[in-house]
């Protein structure tokens, strides 16, 4: 078994291909980025975010120790949940004013330690496929496998589009690409681990490509990886 990083820009498939990754394989996935909106949740929750959008980083901050953030098998969707204090907030961390919130809270330095070392843990065994920005570059650098996707950014809106109208949300494609464009931004611009691609990695563009076909590259890629595990 080898460990496999994921990383990439928001809506480029990486959830679509890690899932099938750890399915095939038999591996555990964790969504780092679910971890980040577990925390933008919590914010929202608690009245850390105020009416005119500022946030309150201090109080944010203060309340790290009292947050707890878990992943438990869910039998009804065959996935991993995630739990903020034992409770599963899946359902209500999949939309756009959590998704941009939590692009915001991921800047802060406490945020991300408390999370990172959470997800370093996981990353002591193998067998694990993990999405997120930062996987290949801090929490995984040892992974045998790195992956960064990419796609072309209208083809990435287009599909975000149609996944939130399937969901039900009314959103329209100008909406999500403008929260698209700002979550880019932010998440190679900011400070603290920003999106990069590994020296490593190998780069995944899926404009193209079906999710079954992304599939079938990637398992390529793994076999030769495992391989050369094997060899070494
Ligand atoms: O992958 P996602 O869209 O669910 O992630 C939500 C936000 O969380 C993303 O905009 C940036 C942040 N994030 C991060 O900073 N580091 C990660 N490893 C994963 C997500």
């Known amino acids: 078994m080898i460990n496999i990083a994921i990383d990439g820009y928001s809506s480029c498939g990486k959830s679509t291909l890690a899932k099938a990754l750890a399915r095939t394989l038999g591996y555990i996935y964790i969504d780092t980025g679910a971890m980040y909106r577990a925390v933008a949740l919590y914010a929202l929750d608690h009245g850390l ?92 650098p040892d992974a045998e496998l790195k992956i960064f996707m990419t796609a072309d950014p209208e083809i990435r809106a287009k599909r975000r589009f149609e996944e939130l109208k399937a969901a039900g949300k009314e959103i329209s494609l100008d909406e999500v690409r403008n929260n698209q464009a700002i979550r880019d931004y932010e998440d190679t611009h900011r400070t603290e681990d920003p999106l990069r691609q590994a020296a490593d990695a190998l780069v995944l563009d899926n404009s193209a490509l079906s999710p079954d076909e992304q599939l079938k590259l990637a398992l390529d890629w793994v076999k030769k990886k495992s391989k050369q595990a094997i060899e070494v």
């Open 49 to 140: 975010i105020h009416p005119d959008g500022t946030m309150d980083k201090e109080g944010l901050i203060n309340a790290l120790p009292s947050l707890h953030i878990d992943f438990e098998y869910s039998k009804d969707s065959g996935q991993s949940d995630v739990l903020l204090n034992g409770v599963s907030v899946e359902s209500r961390i999949r939309n756009i004013q959590v998704a941009e919130l939590a692009s915001r809270i991921s800047q802060l330095r406490a945020v991300r330690n408390k999370l990172q070392q959470l997800q370093r843990a996981i990353a002591q065994k193998k067998g694990v496929v993990m999405d997120g920005r930062d996987i290949g570059t801090v929490i995984m």
